[in-house]
């Protein structure tokens, strides 16, 4: 399926919330990457200097960055819009997902296997895409 198939605002830079969700749903996630960022190979330990971090990670849909960044020990917290995401990032890599509803967020999803509750917010941001695409998140 092409970046086509769903309607959006993208030639003037904007991507809609439903636009987001809809790519989902419908298999148009071309942009999506099934292996974590090669650039953690080589540049893992500058990234994360010193030891665990906890890692806040915008519009994450599934991607397997964050497998990588617990494994190597650190907390992450992903924010998605498409709950599918959260949902097919959960099952693909099987982990148990504990789901909670935060009054005027939406579901709140964690891995027991990861931690209890979500870490705070505090070390490091990762973001593959700009986040001035990023409108109106609810954390998942």
Same mark, same amino acid.
């Given at each position: 399926?092409s970046a086509?198939?769903?309607e959006t605002? #993208?030639?003037?830079?904007?991507? &809609?919330?439903?636009?987001?969700? !809809?790519r989902? $749903?419908? %298999?148009?996630?071309?942009? &999506?990457?099934? +292996?974590y960022?090669?650039?953690?190979?080589s540049q893992?330990?500058a #990234?994360f200097p %010193?030891?665990a971090k906890s890692?806040?990670?915008p519009? *994450?849909g !599934?991607?397997?960055?964050?497998?990588?960044m617990?494994?190597? %020990?650190?907390?992450v917290?992903g924010?998605?819009l498409s $709950?599918?995401?959260v949902q097919e990032l959960?099952s693909?890599?099987?982990?148990e997902?504990r789901v909670?509803?935060?009054? %005027?967020?939406?579901? #709140?999803y964690?891995?027991? $296997?990861?931690?209890?509750?979500?870490?705070?917010? !505090?070390d490091?941001f990762?973001? +593959?895409l700009?986040?001035?695409r990023?409108?109106? *998140?609810?954390f998942t």
């Open positions: 399926m086509k198939e769903v605002d #993208l030639d003037a830079g904007v991507l &809609h919330n439903s636009e987001w969700v !809809k989902w $749903e419908v %298999g148009d996630i071309a942009f &999506h990457q099934s +292996r960022d090669s650039l953690f190979d893992g330990e #990234l %010193g030891g890692v806040f990670v519009l *994450c !599934k991607t397997p960055d964050m497998i990588w617990y494994n190597q %020990g650190h907390s917290v924010v998605e $709950e599918q995401a959960f693909e890599n099987k982990l997902a909670q509803h935060v009054e %005027g967020v939406g579901p #709140l964690t891995a027991s $296997e990861w931690y209890p509750t979500p870490p705070p917010l !505090k490091v990762f973001n +593959r700009p986040l001035a990023m409108v109106g *998140c609810k």
